[in-house]
């Protein structure tokens, strides 16, 4: 059965630890896509800490300070108050009972889904920063406040240097999704080429790793998850895409168009626009601002200077949803999952290829960052030069590493989706693009390739799978 046990975060973890150990209050923030972990890390680390939580809903002002007081009456003791009887009044009520609770043994205060709250009380950060100022900070106490929520794009901007709360805020924490090794720890029951796949489908969103049967193969939990009409990530699809109130979005869905469009293979921004409906450059930027897209660029390249660049969607499910399964799901609606699932699983292979290649990126920035490859990386990426011609040989490596001041690449590899890769015959590609496009000298850079299974290699090349990446 799937695994809901707590896993990973200690990075995250230890910077909420050191943010509750500083003397006095603090206000954090705290915030991340949906299904990213971002409650399950508070509640693990509000484990054995006196601590309230609350989640914010767009709701009448008085209504959310009667649910604020019934999540209080619980933890803090107001030996001459009935908050269920006499609930809070205002928000300076609220501060001013926890401000006062915290003073003799700390007090931690969760807003969850802040950004709802600021829906229903506009202003309510402006209000918020005068009640912290004068009420908290002018107090002796250790109330510990985290404002925490899933619409990243409001989060980031409540941060913002105009913002109300700017300077408030003494802790900001971006919950980000598992790199691959992260998420095969929520998969200990697969072998490595299959915590790949189930990777490849999930990225690192805990709660869809969650979901995934770490005791069933890639045919049964795509089965059970989208290939039926109750799969329970049938439609999931649809909640990614109206996560974010995106610029444009409820006239135009122009955001959506260009997902769908990356989706199906139009990446570059002149490829993007030929599919939608509208000049995407402010949708581009926005989509990227909340993660939902990257810019790729070539590792040596400016990406303020260069126009050679692509558009890859970020979120691995979006991408199989949007390739491989919204294409096809009325016809599984209709009860044609069961042979819809044969095309998705040929499809997979050909989405795989270019997730896989991600998964070898993050697996050198893994060897870099512990020093497999010196003191001096600087960057890893992927490589490519503009063809000269629509035949040309676009000359790309799918891993580059650059060290040192001139940024020189010390590492260059390529990553297969197949069982068996041959080694040195990558390796004889790859010292023919260094040769052709000049970027680096053959004699001077670690050759990695990366296959599912096995690499048949020489002692020149250094050999990864599935097994490396994914453990």
Partial sequence: ???????????????????????????????????????????????????????????????????????????????????????FRSWQDALDVFAHAAESEPLLVVLDEFPELLRAVPRFDVELRALWDEVVLGAPTNLKLILCGSAVGSMEALQAESAPLHGRVSQRLLVRPFRPHEAAL??????????????????????????????????????????????????EGDLILGDEDIVGHRREHLPEQILRAVATGSTSFSEIHSKVSGLPTRSLEYLTDVRLLERVVPVTQDPARTKLSYYRIVDNFLAFWLRCVEPHREQIESGLGATVLNVVMKEFSDFMGARYEHAFREHLRRLAANGRFGEEVIAVGEWWRAQSGPASDPCQLDGVVLAGRKRTPVVVGEAKWANVVNGSSEAGGMKRKLLESGLADPETVIFVVAGREEVRRSSAVLGVTASDIFS
């Fill in 186 to 235: 929520m998969l200990g029951n697969l072998d490595p080429p299959a915590r790949a796949q189930a990777w490849g489908v999930c990225g690192g969103i805990p709660r869809l790793l969650a979901l995934w049967d770490d005791r069933a193969d890639l045919r049964e939990n795509l089965r059970r998850l989208v290939c039926n009409e109750q799969g329970v990530l049938l439609s």
């Fill in 1 to 87: 059965m799937p695994t809901t046990r707590f896993v990973n975060r200690t990075t995250e973890l230890k910077v909420l630890d050191d943010w509750w150990n500083q003397s006095g209050a603090g206000m954090a923030a705290v915030w991340g896509r949906k299904r990213v972990g971002k409650t399950w890390l508070i509640d693990h680390f509000a484990k054995g800490r006196r601590s309230v939580r609350h989640i914010c809903r767009a709701r009448p002002h008085a209504e959310e300070l009667v649910a604020l007081s019934g999540k209080t009456a619980g933890v803090v003791k107001t030996p001459r108050r009935s908050l269920g009887e006499r609930p």
